[in-house]
């Protein structure tokens, strides 16, 4: 094995000339410029840096260099390799945030774009506020009760102490039904003979309540009653309504009230009140008429021209429904003793209700059907 060259000349070794370094260092740069993929850069890095690329070559060479050459061409070599992998996390760099902005433009979803999807369906709102009614009262202990649709007129007016010649007994309110008993096609009488009607309220459901619970009785029945009135903004022959009856010992007015007060708190908010206005139903005795206040203008608008309130038309008093404390004729009839009973009751028709708790003009866009009705009021189901 022969001694190291003590006159070994680096310049004279090709592999280590400052042209040659360069070369390879401009070449790896390039190289790595000229990467226009992550993949790409991979290769280039193998090929300029790895084991076997020219400038790890040729910092092999330097060992078998004399002492004294060995530093300057050290350096030479470390400054290039140094450069090669400043320009190499440059390029990385770079590349990996192309990627990244790429990724977040290919994999973005454009909101904006029409969709052709079904769109999921959704209960009316009519079925919805009926529902949270319904909530309010059963989270007081209240029973759901319900009842056809199709009935007796016993149930309808008979046992609500509507006597035969009450008016809304006549064919100007009441939807008569024809049987196959009372002759089916019997034409002329319009089926007032048969005994049955479509209900023209729900109070029927407290009778059949009454009839069938042990006392005591707390129930809240809504449902669909048909009068004879043509669609118009105001009316409609199908229309829905929520009934409340509480038969237990030792009720009054006052249990009324109250229940009356919680149930517009809990649908319109902190401080709503009610107050009744003395009526007539055949039902009730004492009766009465229930207003709440205006939840819009809380009655600030009355007699203040500068805060007109549409919601209310400037009376300060919205138009609820009917109520008052169950006739001791009914509770006879459906074998309560009116000595040891009493009861209150309570209706009103949800449509209306719905007009004026959501500013609904026209009560014939809630039987049209049209979603772009519905789709407001949420995709509750
Ligand atoms: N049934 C009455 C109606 O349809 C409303 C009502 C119910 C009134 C209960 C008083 C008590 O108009």
């Known amino acids: 094995m022969s001694a190291p060259n003590k006159s070994y000349d680096p310049v004279e070794v090709e592999a280590l000339k400052p042209e040659e370094i360069e070369r390879m260092r401009d070449e790896a740069l390039a190289a790595f410029a000229a ?5 790409a850069l991979q290769e280039a890095k193998v090929a300029h840096t790895g084991g076997t690329s020219p400038l ?48 977040l433009v290919e ?14 369906g959704a209960r009316h709102p009519l079925t919805t506020l009926s529902e949270r009614i319904e909530d309010i009262f059963v989270a ?19 046992a609500l102490n509507i006597g035969p010649d009450h008016p809304a007994r006549g064919e100007a309110d009441t939807f008569f039904v024809q049987t196959a008993a009372n002759g089916g096609s019997a034409a002329g009488d319009g089926g007032t003979e048969s005994g049955v009607v479509l209900r023209t309220h729900t109070s029927p459901v407290q009778i059949r309540s009454l009839l069938d619970r042990e006392l005591p009785v707390y129930v809240i029945c809504p449902g669909r009653v048909y009068r004879t009135d043509e669609l118009d903004a105001t009316h409609t022959p199908v229309f829905h309504q ?45 009766s009465a008429e229930m207003d709440m206040v205006c939840y819009v203008c809380r009655g600030e608008s009355v007699g203040n021209p500068d805060r007109p309130c549409r919601t209310c038309s400037s009376e300060g008093w919205i138009e609820l429904g009917g109520c008052g404390m169950v006739n001791p004729r009914v509770l006879t009839a459906c074998g309560v003793d009116p000595e040891k009973y009493s009861g209150f009751a309570f209706g009103f028709g949800i449509e209306r ?21 519905t789709r407001p009021f949420g995709m509750e189901i």
């Open 35 to 39: 990467a226009d993929s992550l993949d």
């Open 56 to 103: 790890a070559l040729a910092n092999r060479e330097i060992g078998a260099l004399p002492p004294h050459a060995k530093a300057e061409a050290g350096k030479r070599v470390g400054q290039a390799r140094g450069a090669v992998n400043k320009g190499l996390a440059t390029r990385q760099a770079e590349l990996e945030a192309e990627r990244d902005q790429r990724v």
């Open 107 to 120: 994999e973005s979803v454009d909101v904006t774009l029409p969709y052709d999807r079904v769109p999921a």
């Open 140 to 158: 007081m202990g209240y029973e759901v009760a319900e009842g056809p649709q199709v009935e007796a007129e016993w149930f309808n007016f008979d």
């Open 242 to 286: 929520v009934e409340l009856l509480a038969v237990d010992e030792g009720l009054t007015m006052a249990d009324l009230k109250g229940t009356l007060d919680h149930m517009v708190q809990s649908l319109f908010g902190e401080g709503m009140k009610t107050r009744l206005r003395p009526n007539f139903f055949p039902f009730t005795e004492p």
């Open 353 to 373: 209700m719905l007009m004026f708790r959501h500013n609904v003009e026209d009560m014939r866009d809630m039987v049209e059907g049209d979603v772009r009705f």
